[in-house]
C-alpha cells in the first residue's frame, strides 16, 4: 500500500474548530504545554533565522497555525490522570514569539493514540518540510530508528516474526541499513550529551565526534575544545558502546532514587528506551 504524504496524514487527523466553538478554541490555547522531549525532536534555528522569523511575524502576522495534539495526561506522560491535555507538536519557533510579544494565533488539533505515533510523525514532518544540514537529517532518522526498536523490543512477544527496522527504516529514506544504524549511534551519543554540545554539533559547528566523546566521557565539553575536536578522537565501537551503557546505567539510578515529576519520569523513560536500544543492538 502506498505511503501516504504528509500533508493527507495531517488532513486526517486534523480536527477542524468552527467559529462556534472559538470560546473553546481560547480555553485550549490557554492550556498550551510544550514537552521538552518533542521540543527537543526540533533542529534548532540559528539566530540569524530565528531573528528572521521574529520579523516575518511582527510585520504579517502568525500566518501558520500551531499543531496541537488533543490527548489525556495519562497518554502524553504528564500525570496519572485522564483529564485532557493539549500538547504542541508543531509550531516550537513560532511559539516562542507568539509568548515574547503576546500574539494571537490559529490552532490545529490533531489526534493520535500515542506519544511514540507522536515523535514518528513529527519526525517524518521535520524531514519533509525543511532544508536540513546532513547532522539534522542523521539525527532524525536516528531517532526514529532507536525509538522504534526500543518499542518493538519492549513489545515483542515470543511468538512474533522477527522485524529488523534497520531495513524498514532504510527502504522508507532511500539509504542503506548501516546508515540508519549508524544514524541510531549518533542520535544516542546526541541525546547523552550536553545540551550545547547537540545544538552545535547539529548546527555544524562541531563534528559528529564531538557527541560521540562527549556521551562516552559522561562530562561535558568545555568551551576551549569547541571546534578543536577532530575524527581521529573517536575510539572503537565497541569500547563505545559499553561506555555509553555505564552512563545510561547512572543516568537511571540517579534519576530512580530522585523525586519523582511528570518530567523525570519523562526522562527516566527516555534513557531507560536509550538503554534497551543499546541492550538490543549487542
Given amino acids: 500500500m502506498a505511503k501516504k504524504d504528509f500533508m493527507t496524514l495531517m488532513k486526517e487527523k486534523t480536527i477542524d474548530v ?3 466553538l472559538l470560546s473553546a478554541e481560547g480555553n485550549i490555547k490557554s492550556q498550551i504545554i510544550v514537552l521538552d522531549q518533542l521540543r527537543d525532536l ?4 540559528t539566530g540569524d533565522e530565528l531573528t528572521q522569523l ?3 511575524i511582527l510585520k504579517h502576522g502568525v500566518k501558520d497555525p500551531l499543531t496541537i495534539w488533543e490527548t489525556t495526561g495519562t497518554v502524553a506522560g504528564t500525570d496519572s490522570n485522564d483529564v485532557p491535555v493539549y500538547v504542541l507538536i ?3 519557533n513560532r511559539n516562542q514569539i507568539i509568548q515574547k510579544h503576546y500574539l494571537d494565533f490559529r490552532i490545529n488539533l490533531v489526534q493520535f493514540d500515542s506519544l511514540i505515533e507522536v515523535k514518528d510523525y513529527m519526525i517524518d514532518y521535520q524531514l ?3 532544508n536540513l544540514k546532513p547532522e539534522q537529517v542523521s539525527y532524525l532518522r536516528g531517532m526514529r530508528y532507536n525509538q522504534q526498536k526500543a518499542f518493538r523490543g519492549s513489545n515483542l512477544r515470543t511468538d512474533a516474526p522477527a522485524v529488523n527496522v534497520a531495513e524498514i527504516l532504510a527502504t522508507e529514506y532511500g539509504v542503506s541499513s548501516r546508515t540508519i544504524k549508524r544514524d541510531g549511534e549518533f542520535a544516542a551519543s546526541l541525546e547523552n550529551a550536553k545540551p550545547t554540545i547537540k545544538r552545535d554539533v547539529l548546527a555544524g559547528k562541531l563534528p559528529k ?3 560521540q566523546n562527549a556521551s562516552n566521557s559522561g562530562d ?3 568551551l576551549e575544545m569547541t571546534g578543536s575536536f577532530t575524527e581521529a578522537m573517536v575510539v572503537d565501537s565497541k569500547g563505545e558502546s ?3 551503557s555505564m552512563v545510561l546505567q547512572n543516568q537511571i539510578r540517579k534519576l530512580a532514587n530522585s523525586e519523582l515529576t511528570a518530567q523525570s519520569c519523562a526522562d527516566l523513560l527516555h534513557k531507560t528506551n536509550d538503554l534497551l536500544t543499546l541492550f538490543l543492538s549487542k
Avoid at 42 to 45: D, F, R, T, V
Fill in 242 to 244: 559499553s561506555k555509553r
Fill in 42 to 45: 526540533i533542529p534548532p534555528l
Fill in 209 to 211: 565526534s564531538a557527541a
Fill in 54 to 56: 521574529e520579523q516575518n
Fill in 18 to 20: 468552527r467559529p462556534s
Fill in 128 to 130: 519533509g518540510r525543511r
Fill in 220 to 222: 561535558n565539553l568545555p
Fill in 90 to 92: 508543531d509550531g516550537h
